[in-house]
């Protein structure tokens, strides 16, 4: 059965590492394995990820996801990709805008490459996590329209974990709705009824660099 857990808080976070303590709070009262494993959407996700990991006694690791931007309109994403599965993609949205998905080759293929630098540099060497019959919380800043995340929880699906808890500090109502369709469980402290961006919920929303995240990986190993 999935789940939707929420936590009302009409107040910002300092920062991601604040948001990353409250998220953790409430986390060990819905992870029942004793070392879960962690897994954060980089770049912003990491910082909140590690908070979880540190209070759940959790293994921290990461799922790589790019958003595919319609064409012409970089920002506006139409689906996204996760490590190496397929594309997940907004098929009634292309039909508005009038884009297949030969449409999207090139994009697709960019982002694909996007995804192996970035695993690359951020595992230093190391394969991807073993998902294989544990308890995965998978963790970012907060969740806008939900493209990269369902991305990445169906990759997670295809490796068989025993139980998938999606969470994030903010959320817009819309996309946790439909990500509760891909999660067993969704945790969100925030979810505001006028939600525009991730950064309103947080007083510093500074950037997170590649440097940012290999920083933080190597400190928690």
């Known amino acids: 059965m999935r789940t939707i857990t929420r936590t009302t808080t009409s107040t910002r976070f300092v920062d991601r590492e604040h948001a990353g303590r409250e998220l ?3 986390l060990t009262r819905h992870v029942h394995d004793d070392r879960p ?43 996204a990709l996760a490590e190496d599965g397929p594309p997940v993609l907004d098929r ?23 995804i192996g630098r970035r695993t690359r540099r951020y595992r230093d060497g190391r394969p991807a996590p073993a998902v294989a019959g544990r308890e ?5 800043d907060g ?27 903010t959320c817009a109502g ?8 891909e999660a067993d469980e969704i945790v969100c402290l925030h979810s505001p009824p006028s939600f525009y961006a991730v950064g309103q919920a947080y007083a510093d929303f500074r950037q997170v660099g590649d440097d940012d995240v290999i920083r933080l990986l190597r400190a928690h190993r």
């Open 24 to 26: 953790a709070g409430v």
């Open 37 to 79: 494993l962690v897994l954060a959407l980089p770049r912003g996700g990491v910082p909140v990820a590690v908070e979880v990991a540190a209070a759940t006694g959790g293994d921290l690791d990461i799922v790589v996801a790019r958003k595919i931007g319609a064409p012409g309109q970089p920002e506006f994403g139409v689906g």
């Open 92 to 114: 009634p949205t292309l039909a508005d805008l009038g884009v297949t998905e030969a449409d999207l080759t090139e994009t697709i293929r960019s982002e694909r490459a996007e």
């Open 136 to 140: 995965v919380i998978l963790v970012d």
């Open 143 to 169: 969740l806008a329209t939900g493209v990269t995340a369902r991305a990445a929880l169906r990759w997670l699906r295809e490796q068989g974990p025993r139980r998938v808890v999606l969470a994030a500090p």
């Open 174 to 181: 819309q996309a946790e709705r439909e990500l509760a369709k």
